[in-house]
């Protein structure tokens, strides 16, 4: 049994033959009762491990393996909570293992571990250690690090481009830097709304529905800076922590009741980790908000099809929200919502949290397929012909992975804002004044 945290050895007894029934057995054919226990691996590395701030958990496991087939990736490769610890009684140096950087921080395993072993903590430590340490870091990874700093952005933009998709929005955008002043929400834009070319039509859909419903609304601009919450489950702690003290002191500049952002990473980081770093706010994911205003838009159109959503991980079990989204959809006119099999808190991982947004280059080589093309998949067999999502990271993830698997004319891939755009009419609407 264990004993803080270790485990006894056990005791041996053997006798010199065993009766199985009419048969006596010698000790010779009772190995089973020889010594067994296995004295030829060195722990050291799991102690390390467990030694980080954040990580002791990985000594709590006790190989049950529930976590195993739930965990995302095992599905896709080998992997999970519990053949991590096996590795690292065994002798593995995580911090030098190509597992390492695998892991999503999806949270499912954390749902079914009896022991409350937490990847969560524990792989962000574990990188933190790598990257303090000098270890060799996946260079997409190393890159990303480097544009954040260098830019305050993970695509490497520059601040000045963050709002060019409002140019094409067909709505006015109120940038507080330009016109300060007290607002309602202030919407925190981040990353691929702002600078990826499939992330604009989602922000340009949002800032349709925004004016619509009459919110008063607002954008950062050019004084924007990501979050950093994907960066720092990658292990760049410091990095986030820069970026927060750069964000608070922005953010108090200004005058505002809400802040309201598509991407469920800086939701997370504004909503869990902001006030533990004297910074609270009022925070809601972009569904959130727009889930109890549904009943004010006045559709002109429908969306005819089958339409399957994806729960992202820090939305939903991260978060404890899965209804918002679906409350959006049921409220489309012509949508029909079915579910795929892992759905809600059980739902499947598109791959891109815990930095696997810029680690597609590494896990290619470690897993059978991408995660997002496995989502796709089970998207696909839902029936379904549209793709649904709500995170920034998902649309561009999904559309390759629809892409790669052939899926590309069977399934489309669409943000949320996008679908209640398109039931109102879309941009020609706006510019009809309808």
């Not at 390390?48 to 190989?63: M, Q």
């Not at 919407?187 to 691929?192: A, H, K, P, R, S």
Request: hydrophobic share 35%; net charge negative.
């Amino acid at each position: 049994m264990p004993t803080g945290g270790f485990k006894q050895e056990p005791g041996i007894f053997e006798v010199e033959d065993a009766q199985v029934g009419a048969t006596t057995l010698p000790a010779e054919w009772n190995r089973q009762l020889a010594d067994r226990t296995l004295t030829d691996y060195d722990a050291v590395n799991l102690l390390e491990i467990a030694a980080l701030d954040g990580a002791e958990s990985i000594d709590w496991c006790y190989g049950c393996g529930k976590c195993v087939p739930v965990c995302p990736v095992d599905v896709v490769g080998e992997y999970g909570p519990r053949k991590i610890h096996r590795k690292l009684q065994t002798g593995i140096d995580l911090l030098e293992d190509p597992d390492l950087w695998l892991c999503t921080t999806c949270g499912n395993c954390l749902r079914v571990c009896p022991k409350q072993v937490d990847m969560i903590q524990i792989m962000p430590a574990a990188r933190e250690a790598a990257l303090t340490q000098g270890k060799e870091v996946p260079a997409e990874l190393q890159g990303v690090f480097e544009s954040t700093f260098k830019y305050g952005n993970a695509l490497g933009q520059s601040p000045r481009k963050r709002a060019a998709w409002t140019k094409k929005a067909g709505v006015p955008v109120r940038e507080l830097p330009k016109s300060p002043g007290p607002v309602d929400v202030l919407l925190y834009v981040e990353d691929y709304w702002s600078y990826h070319p499939r992330g604009h039509t989602a922000a340009q859909a949002f800032a349709r529905i925004l004016t619509r419903l009459d919110v008063d609304w607002a954008i950062l601009g050019h004084e924007e800076r990501t979050i950093g919450d994907s960066q720092r489950l990658a292990g760049e702690k410091g990095l986030f922590e820069l970026l927060a003290d750069q964000v608070s002191d922005t953010l108090a500049k200004y005058e505002f009741a809400r802040i309201v952002t598509p991407d469920p990473h800086a939701f997370n980081a504004l909503k869990n980790l902001y006030p533990g770093m004297g910074h609270s706010y009022e925070v809601l994911h972009y569904t959130q908000l727009l889930a109890p205003l549904m009943d004010g838009l006045e559709f002109t159109g429908s969306v005819d099809a089958k339409v399957t959503l994806h729960d992202p991980c820090y939305l939903g079990r991260h978060n404890g929200e899965y209804d918002a989204p679906r409350t959006i959809l049921q409220a489309i006119p012509g949508v029909e919502l079915v579910e795929m099999g892992r759905c809600r808190e059980n739902g499947y991982c598109c791959g891109g949290g815990g930095g696997g947004m810029w680690l597609d280059g590494h896990t290619v080589n470690h897993t059978r397929e991408r995660l997002s093309e496995r989502r796709v998949r089970e998207a696909a067999e839902s029936g379904a012909e549209i793709l649904a999502v709500c995170c920034p990271y998902e649309v561009s993830r999904f559309e390759d992975g629809a892409k790669s698997t052939g899926l590309d004319g069977v399934l489309a891939v669409r943000d949320l804002a996008e679908l209640v755009d398109e039931a109102l009419g879309g941009p020609e609407a706006m510019v009809q004044g309808d």
